[in-house]
């Protein structure tokens, strides 16, 4: 069956780096539109980052220029390297799989098929 399994995030200052991870099964990865979503509490998830079956990105413009997707199809990883985090950042992060592309903008949660558990980033002050 699919699954989605995140690994990293962790709690952090600000100013630091974290990565996550997520590793995938039971799809044809290389078909699939990836992206990352955070959500904070008491708000919507948002999308961070989607990259395209053909390797293009998205970025939210609140991380655009601090945060970097990439996939690799050879080992099914998707992986979200956060630099200069802030405290505005802290949220539950989550990798999601689309199948078909993503385009040029960044789509909302219900355009995605599949979701990791969730992994949780803390940039304290």
């Known amino acids: 069956q699919v699954q989605l399994v995140q690994s990293g995030g962790g709690s952090v200052q600000a100013g630091e780096s974290l990565r996550l991870s997520c590793g995938a099964s039971g799809f044809t990865f290389s078909r699939y539109c990836m992206g990352w979503f955070r959500q904070a509490p008491g708000q919507e998830r948002e999308g961070v980052a989607h990259?395209?079956?053909?390797?293009?990105?998205t970025y939210a413009g609140s991380v655009k220029g601090r945060f970097r997707i990439s996939k690799d199809n050879a080992k099914n990883t998707l992986d979200l390297q956060m630099n200069s985090l802030k405290p505005e950042d802290t949220a539950m992060y989550y990798c999601?799989?689309?199948?078909?592309?993503?385009?040029?903008?960044?789509?909302?949660?219900?355009?995605?098929?599949?979701w990791g558990q969730g992994t949780q980033v803390t940039v304290s002050s």
């Open positions: 999601a799989a689309r199948l078909f592309a993503c385009g040029d903008r960044l789509l909302s949660s219900s355009a995605f098929e599949y």
């Open positions: 990259i395209d079956l053909n390797g293009h990105t």
